[in-house]
């Protein structure tokens, strides 16, 4: 790794004013701090693809379940542990509160886990809470 040269190609890209500095200029400079480094762009990183796993896996959850959206996000608080993240977002009942579930941690499949098990308690808490109003309204 060609640590004078990487300091020299990031120091280069802040000596360009900030109004005429284009996203080709900043690529092309990544792509040369890439290759100083002795870094390989093309291929994705373990979490990445972990990422990517849970973006497709929420989508056919949210699908089944009925659910309004959905959000997968991959968190580097620390270099050790990076972690991924997914909420799912239910419509908005009647009284205004909008149900989610949320669950984290460091795989797709752990996540998908605690996703499916928090979703079946919340979608019978929905269903509860939607019966609720037609009983009283009965009795």
Do not use: W
Not at 1 to 22: A, C, H, Q, V, W
Not at 26 to 43: N, P, R, S, T, Y
Not at 104 to 129: C, D, F, H, P
């Amino acid at each position: 790794m060609d640590n004078k040269l990487i300091d020299t190609l990031l120091s280069g890209l802040f000596d360009i004013p900030r109004e005429e500095r284009s996203q080709d200029d900043v690529h092309a400079l990544l792509l040369f701090v890439a290759e100083a480094a002795d870094i390989k762009l093309d291929a994705a990183t373990s979490m990445q693809l972990e990422h990517l796993k849970l973006t497709a896996a929420a989508r056919h959850l949210v699908a089944e379940v009925g659910a309004e959206s959905y959000r997968v996000t991959l968190v580097h608080q620390n270099a050790s542990n990076p972690h991924l993240t997914c909420t799912i977002t239910f419509e908005p009942r009647e009284d205004g509160e909008t149900p989610y579930v949320f669950a984290y941690a460091a795989t797709a499949e752990e996540v998908l886990s605690r996703l499916r098990s928090r979703t079946i308690e919340k979608l019978a808490e929905i269903q509860a809470a939607a019966n609720q109003p037609a009983q009283q309204a009965a009795a």
